[in-house]
């Protein structure tokens, strides 16, 4: 089955005969799909349904055709499930913002959507088995917080009217609104939207940050340069016990207590001794490296590996009254191949972009013949790509757990234990 992250509309052929574009047709929902879609079948033609669930019966209509299968958005529920709810956004509907996958589904039910997928992919593209999943119990834990409000880094885009909003599913139109529902409460306050009167004559973005430590910001982007509009242009976070500061246009995890459950998690999976040593890779502003600091004490070291210059700027403030902690300025890949970093080492924090570590780093890891690694992953498929990958190697994966870090929405983070093979 092919994946509904393929081309837009209009950029592969259609196929000779079957649905068409904005045809309505009655189907029957069968299982998740990645992306926020459920799977139907109409004819033998696959469609990937947005708005609906499982076992539903629905009237849909097709948004998007291509080779082998067709996009739809689920218009009218004739035969709803009894996990869905009125979504509390106006917004979360076919045709309008395209920012939260999930608002039509009940609370639980979201969980189990997203450990259902993370269990497909790892099978589809992981190679696990059904026993070796049993084995893993998969779940999805939900955050502290709630559904709404959460979202402390928000980025809205401007229209051609230079009204802010959010953009449609797979598309640059922007729908003004008067307030995102799941951003953080003081983000929902700022007179950035229509409503208030605002526009953007100057500005293709604008970027909001509500941070931890209790800064406000706003600025508006141009050309991919951030102009700052109101506010402090460095935040203040506090995690893991520590406060941090970085620029508010720095990557900073978006879910308020996602620091927390994930250092928690990494430090839990890898269980550092003292005088270890550990790397953290793509480290960012050094979340993982100063829990791995403190668990191999003076005796121990770290090296952070990052290749963005916010990050590293950020790592080295951070992380300067932690003498045995390193950061190199470099792109992992190229710190591994060029020797940069070196082993033998004993733990690894492993946390990559979208796109996944990828074979080389992998490979590369194992030959630097860790103990154990944590992957740290906010994409399910490229996680299980990684996976089968350390599986060729000898690897298996140890443990595995799912975090809710983004509620309404199809997206999961996952943190996996990866260990050697027996005897190394």
Not at 223 to 230: F, I
Not at 327 to 333: F, K, L, T
Request: charged share 20%; aromatic share 4%.
């Amino acid at each position: 089955m092919t994946e509904p992250g393929g081309p837009r509309a209009g950029t592969a052929t259609p196929p000779e005969r079957g649905l068409a574009e904005a045809e309505r047709v009655e189907l029957t929902v069968d299982a998740v799909a990645p992306g926020g879609h459920c799977v139907a079948r109409v004819d033998g033609q696959v469609v990937f349904v947005r708005h609906a669930l499982p076992g539903e019966r629905v009237i849909a209509e097709v948004t998007e055709v291509h080779r082998g299968f067709v996009r739809a958005d689920a218009v009218t529920v004739l035969e709803p499930s009894p996990d869905r709810v009125e979504p509390p956004c106006p917004y979360a509907k076919p045709g309008l913002c395209g920012g939260c996958d999930l608002q039509h589904v009940a609370p639980d039910a979201q969980l189990a959507w997203k450990a259902a997928v993370v269990r497909e992919q790892l099978v589809r593209l992981g190679g696990l088995t059904d026993a070796e999943l049993e084995r893993l119990g998969i779940r999805v834990q939900a955050l502290p917080g709630g559904l709404l409000g959460w979202r402390s880094r928000v980025r809205y885009a401007v229209d051609a009217a230079d009204r802010a909003g959010l953009l449609k599913h797979r598309s640059h139109e922007v729908v003004p609104i008067d307030r995102c529902r799941i951003a953080h409460p003081a983000i929902q306050q700022l007179p950035v939207l229509t409503p208030t009167g605002a526009r953007w004559p100057a500005a293709e973005a604008v970027e909001t940050v509500a941070s931890s430590g209790g800064d406000v910001t706003v600025a508006q982007v141009h050309e991919g340069v951030a102009t700052p509009v109101s506010g402090p242009t460095v935040v203040r976070e506090v995690a893991a016990g520590r406060d941090w500061t970085l620029p508010a246009s720095a990557f900073w995890q978006v879910h308020p207590a996602a620091p927390d459950a994930l250092s928690t998690a990494v430090l839990e999976l890898l269980d550092p001794q003292p005088g270890e040593s550990a790397w953290d890779l793509y480290g960012g502003a050094g979340l993982f490296a100063a829990g791995l600091a403190t668990r191999v004490g003076p005796t121990g070291r770290v090296t952070l590996v990052e290749a963005a210059a916010q990050g590293v700027a950020a790592a080295r403030e951070n992380l300067a009254d932690l003498p045995r902690v390193e950061v190199v300025a470099a792109r992992v890949e190229t710190a591994l191949a060029r020797r940069r970093i070196t082993g033998p080492v004993d733990v690894v924090v492993l946390d990559p972009p979208r796109a996944g570590a990828g074979a080389p780093v992998v490979r590369a890891l194992a030959a630097a013949g860790p103990r154990a690694v944590a992957y740290v992953a906010c994409d399910p498929a490229a996680f299980a790509r990684d996976v089968r990958t350390f599986a060729q190697l000898g690897w298996r994966l140890a443990a595995l757990r799912g975090f809710d870090l983004f509620p309404m929405t199809q997206h999961v983070e996952l943190v996996g234990l990866l260990l050697p093979p027996a005897g190394r």
